[in-house]
Every structure is written in structure tokens, then in C-alpha cells.
């Protein structure tokens, strides 16, 4: 007798645990100058959040803001006054901003500015994507407060609303013009995957899911190597970015799921790897750019700075690891004790 497939909603989504692993190492190569062919991670990351954020709230929603700010501040905190400092002592080290007490603020306040030469983003410039995160999660929230049973609808409406009024309105502030960026629209498709995700898994419970299916597994690889041949040859600003990158972002996502409802056992490295891939994000850069300007150089080709991608990868993996058992699992999980009861 075939045994009886669990709900959807009390599953572990390893196979996607893994790709976050495997999207990391993509953003680890973005910062690798002669390589420089993982920017889309951030679109696969994007996805994901929408998808596991409608999943984890599908029956619970109580601390839903304070669970994600323990999870994320604590490290995003850590490196950002970690930058701070190191404009001060090293301000050679970066090539567009200075040290200034109110860029620092502004910063922990996910409040967007001008860190020098038009960019907009925090002091540790990497941190971009922290400060979308936050904000999908407070348009979620007010979502969620609205309506549980469309909160997903609610939010993309909410996000559809920032992102036209960033286009409509002329000369639009900092804040909305930040925000209103249409990458963001890549957590919508992430919320998509997960109504997708949710309708295929019940065809798989009930043995109508094609055949062909199982073959899905190989278009995330395929599509991977595609972005990559491609990166250098397109336009990815404004709303070309979620449509070259975004939607083969969605696909990649929910072609993983499927293949994991196909292959149950994913390498443990690999989901170790997704477990520590926020840690990863985060913590990579500075290395890479330390490797970059004293040890390799990553300015061309070559055995030796192969041979730094290699070391860049095993040094940002073990401090990620470090990162992820102090902060992410130890503190944070002391947080949780203390703030969620």
C-alpha cells in the first residue's frame, strides 16, 4: 500500500534549502571581478522569501515581524557597525562613502540614501536587499492584519502600488524610489510559486502529476547556465529585470520543488550550505575584496586567480559557518527564548 504523502503545509522544503545554498556561491562569484556572473542570485533569493513567507504563514502568524527581525537583525546589525568602524579606521578601503554618523543611522533604520556617486544603499552596500526584505515583510504584515486568507493578493497589490506610484510620481523621493524599484516585484512571483507549488502538490497527492515531471530537475542547471551566458550581453535595469532574470527566477524555484517531491534525500552539505546562506551573503564581501586587492587579483583570468576563487569560496564558507553557529543559530535562538512567548 503506497504510504500516505504528508500535507503541504508540514513539509521541509530541503530541495529549496539547497538552491539558497547553491544561489549563494552565485552571489559569492557576482563579486568576483573577472567572473562576475551571480547578480540574478538576488532575483532566486527574492522568490524564495515570497514563497517560504506565504508558506510559514499559512497557519502561523503569531510574532510573524518579530521572528523574521530576530533572524535578520542581529548579523545585518553586526556588519553594518562593522563597516562603520572600518570607515573609520580604513577609509582607503571603499571608494564612495565615508564614515558619517547619520549615514550609519540611516542605515539600521532601513531608511534609503545617497552613499556617494548616485548609489542608493546602505553603508554595507550589499545590505540592499536586507532593507527589501524588511520592507516586503511590513507590507505583508499589514496584509496579513487586513485579511489572513488574502494576504498574498493583499501584498502584491500593496507592492504593485509603491512600484506605480515610484514610475507615476515625478522626481519621486529616496524612500519611493528605493522601494518602489521593480525587483521588488520578484517577491510576487515568489508568492505565485508558492499558490503554484501548493496546486501541484495536491496532484501529486493524488497521483495525477505527469510523468514528465520528474524531469523537471534539469531545467534549474540549465537555467542557471543560461543566466550566466547571457549576463554580460543584456540590460537588466528597471523593468527588464524582472522579466529576464525574475520570472527564470520563479521557474528555477518551482522547478526545485518539484524535483524534491521526486528526490527526498538532498545532499546534507548542500542543505547545511542553504543554512548558512543569509550568513553567506553577508559576510562574503569583504573577504572576496581582501583576496582581490592583496593576494590574487580577480582584475583577469588566470591559474592564479582561479586558485582565489577557490580560496574565496573556502573562506567565506567557514566564516558563514562561524557566522551562522554564533549569530544566526546561538544569539538569535537566545532571542527567540526570550522575545517569543
Known amino acids: 500500500m503506497k504510504a500516505q504523502l504528508p500535507d503541504f503545509h508540514q513539509m521541509r522544503f530541503d530541495s529549496i534549502q539547497a538552491l539558497r545554498g547553491i544561489t549563494a556561491l552565485f552571489i559569492v562569484l557576482e563579486h568576483v571581478r573577472f567572473l562576475n556572473c551571480g547578480a ?13 513567507i506565504m508558506f510559514s504563514t499559512h497557519r502561523d502568524t503569531k ?29 582607503g578601503m571603499f571608494e564612495q562613502t565615508r564614515a558619517n554618523p547619520v549615514f550609519l543611522l540611516k542605515s539600521l533604520l532601513f531608511l534609503p540614501f545617497d ?52 514610475h507615476v510620481v515625478p522626481s519621486p523621493p529616496v524612500f519611493l524610489a528605493f522601494y518602489g524599484n521593480p525587483v521588488m516585484l520578484e517577491f510576487i512571483f515568489g508568492i505565485l510559486c508558492y499558490y503554484a507549488a ?55 524555484v518551482l522547478c526545485t520543488f518539484v524535483s524534491g517531491l521526486y528526490h527526498r534525500k538532498t545532499p546534507a552539505p548542500l542543505v547545511r550550505l542553504g543554512d548558512i546562506s543569509f550568513s553567506l551573503y553577508l559576510v562574503h564581501y569583504y573577504p572576496v575584496i581582501l583576496l582581490d586587492r592583496f593576494l590574487f587579483d580577480f582584475s583577469a583570468p588566470s591559474l592564479r586567480a582561479f586558485i582565489g ?29 526570550k522575545l517569543l512567548i
Open 40 to 52: 540574478f542570485g538576488v532575483d532566486i533569493f527574492f522568490c524564495v522569501s515570497g514563497f517560504m
Open 63 to 91: 510574532f510573524f515581524l518579530r521572528k523574521r527581525l530576530i533572524r535578520i537583525l542581529p548579523l545585518y546589525y553586526l556588519m553594518t557597525i562593522g563597516t562603520f568602524l572600518l570607515l573609520l579606521l580604513f577609509p
Open 115 to 166: 552613499i556617494g556617486g548616485g548609489a542608493i544603499q546602505p553603508l554595507m552596500r550589499i545590505g540592499w536587499t536586507v532593507n527589501c526584505e524588511i520592507f516586503f515583510y511590513i507590507l505583508f504584515l499589514i496584509a496579513m492584519r487586513v485579511s489572513h486568507k488574502f494576504r498574498g493578493l493583499l501584498c502584491s497589490l500593496f507592492l504593485l502600488g509603491v512600484i506605480t506610484a515610484a
Open 198 to 252: 501548493w496546486g501541484l502538490y495536491r496532484r501529486h497527492q493524488a497521483g495525477k502529476l505527469p510523468g514528465v515531471c520528474r524531469m523537471l530537475g534539469v531545467l534549474p542547471p540549465v537555467t542557471f547556465a543560461a543566466l550566466i551566458l547571457i549576463k554580460s550581453s543584456i540590460n537588466v535595469l528597471g523593468f527588464l529585470r524582472p522579466l529576464i532574470w525574475g520570472v527564470p527566477a520563479l521557474l528555477i
Open 309 to 337: 576563487v577557490a580560496v574565496a569560496f573556502a573562506v567565506s564558507a567557514s566564516l558563514a559557518l562561524i557566522s551562522w553557529s554564533l549569530i544566526e543559530w546561538r544569539f538569535s535562538g537566545w532571542l527567540r527564548r
